[in-house]
């Protein structure tokens, strides 16, 4: 028989399972009147909120955790509803970014305000429980990430590969070793795909 603490970690993986379910049920809701996948409306979301030069289908395919191929599958259908765009990559001739055109920003805009319903469930908890939620959650969200299981795109900061302050012009004054180019304050802000925390290595 499981003692207290198998008893809890069960309960909290089938909270996370359902929170999983509600989150999925909210995202197949219909945009321009067909449904999105749970992995076209994370599509929707990498296109928003990656920095344009990481936002290339490569990157696509590590954060849903699927081949290139796949990838590939996934978003054509958003380009061919006018919700994605696909331009040439600024530095990479092979490659390119994908960005949300204004249909597809609408169409964020509508699955982030879905998303409320989210936020307003946690919103109830007390400011303690919440950090330690959170908290707890971050662990376990390092945990999956370590074990290879998700990518968690995260701004610069805090990332190993991040040089604050080593850009050599005043409009993009800092450097990734990396991707080795400098990078601006907006850009160094937006989410990266290659974060990798420097509390990791
Ligand atoms: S410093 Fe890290 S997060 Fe920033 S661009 Fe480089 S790899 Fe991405």
Same mark, same amino acid.
């Given at each position: ?35 999105? @996948? ?29 081949? $290139? ?36 920003? #609408? ?18 908890? @007390? ?11 971050? @662990?376990?969200?390092?945990?999956? #990430? @370590? ?18 302050? /080593? ?6 004054? $800092?450097?990734? /070793?990396?991707?080795?180019? /400098?990078?601006? /304050? ?16």
């Amino acid at each position: 028989m499981d003692g207290p603490r198998e008893t809890t970690i069960r309960g909290m993986t089938s909270a996370l399972q359902r929170i999983a379910r509600a989150v999925s049920a909210l995202e197949r809701l219909p945009v321009q009147d067909q449904a999105l @996948s749970p992995a076209q409306a994370e599509t929707l979301r990498f296109a928003a909120l990656t920095r344009p030069d990481m936002a290339t289908v490569g990157q696509l395919a590590r954060v849903l955790g699927v081949r $290139h191929p796949t990838a590939v599958g996934i978003v054509q259908p958003l380009i061919d509803r006018g919700l994605v765009h696909r331009a040439p990559h600024p530095f990479d001739r092979r490659s390119h970014c994908l960005g949300l055109t204004g249909a597809g920003r #609408e169409a964020f805009a509508s699955l982030d305000s879905r998303e409320r319903a989210l936020r307003d469930s946690l919103a109830v908890l @007390s400011p303690d429980e919440l950090h330690s939620a959170e908290a707890g959650l971050a @662990s376990v969200v390092c945990g999956l #990430e @370590s074990a290879g299981l998700i990518v968690v795109s995260a701004p610069c900061a805090g990332c190993v590969h991040f040089r604050p302050g /080593d850009g050599t012009s005043g409009e993009k004054p $800092h450097r990734c /070793d990396l991707i080795h180019r /400098d990078l601006g /304050d907006a850009e160094s802000e937006m989410l990266c795909p290659e974060h990798a925390p420097a509390s990791s290595r």
